[in-house]
T-cell receptor, first 111, second 113 residues
Framework: DAGITQSPRHKVTETGTPVTLRCHQT?????MYWYRQDPGHGLRLIHY???????DKGEVSDGYSVSRSKTEDFLLTLESATSSQTSVYFC??????????FGQGTRLTVV | GDSVTQMEGPVTLSEEAFLTINCTYT??????LFWYVQYPGEGLQLLLK?????DKGSNKGFEATYRKETTSFHLEKGSVQVSDSAVYFC????????????FGDGTTLTVKP
């Protein structure tokens, strides 16, 4: 398995609170990604990073921000969580070509 | 924009049956194509890939051929096992940023003994 660790694995939070999800890799890959998975929508890209402090928006970036201060860590922040952000969040890494490697996922419930 | 359309599921087969999961795509340029598999409670795992027209990706008895003329990348396996039960995702990306992918909605496969 690729060295990707997501934390926490499960979280329940209240509407309006800030939430930060962490992705840590030990592969030294350049690219890191955050996806969300919802029934009927497959996986949708939220944000991605192509290097330290270099990030870009994906398809569903509204309400989310990211930071990458070290090669190995990519943080996803929900500034003010809403019920529509209840989802399973996956971090992925890639060397650029050949596909991506996914973490185990974080199940987030906003009540 | 880019899009991936997968055969709707769920698909239920008996052990040792032949599997086909259809995938077609719309993209500009010449994307790379992938199949990923997701087992319950886990993340996606790369199953196979193809980076140019007529390439055949294969792994664990699964195969898919990159057909540019029909914009398709259908997944096949000659004899499925119970352990193949999972959700299968078709995806495309450009050739330099493989994780920035467009995914299909996934097809759930159940194999019965």
């Amino acid at each position: 398995d690729a060295g990707i660790t997501q934390s926490p694995r499960h979280k329940v939070t209240e509407t309006g609170t800030p939430v930060t999800l962490r992705c840590h890799q030990t592969e030294n890959h350049r690219y890191m990604y955050w996806y969300r998975q919802d029934p009927g929508h497959g996986l949708r890209l939220i944000h991605y990073s192509y290097g330290v402090k270099d990030t870009d928006k994906g398809e569903v970036s509204d309400g989310y921000s990211v930071s990458r201060s070290k090669t190995e860590d990519f943080l996803l922040t929900l500034e003010s969580a809403t019920s529509s952000q209840t989802s399973v969040y996956f971090c992925a890494i890639s060397p650029g070509q050949g596909g991506a490697f996914f973490g185990q996922g974080t199940r987030l419930t906003v009540v | 924009g880019d899009s991936v359309t997968q055969m709707e599921g769920p698909v239920t087969l008996s052990e040792e049956a032949f599997l086909t999961i259809n995938c077609t795509y719309t993209a500009t340029g010449y994307p790379s194509l992938f199949w990923y598999v997701q087992y319950p409670g886990e993340g996606l795992q790369l199953l196979l890939k193809a980076t140019k027209a007529d390439d055949k990706g294969s792994n664990k008895g699964f195969e898919a051929t990159y057909r540019k003329e029909t914009t398709s990348f259908h997944l096949e396996k000659g004899s499925v096992q119970v352990s193949d039960s999972a959700v299968y995702f078709c995806a495309l990306s450009d050739n330099t940023n493989a994780g920035k992918s467009t995914f299909g909605d996934g097809t759930t496969l159940t194999v019965k003994p």
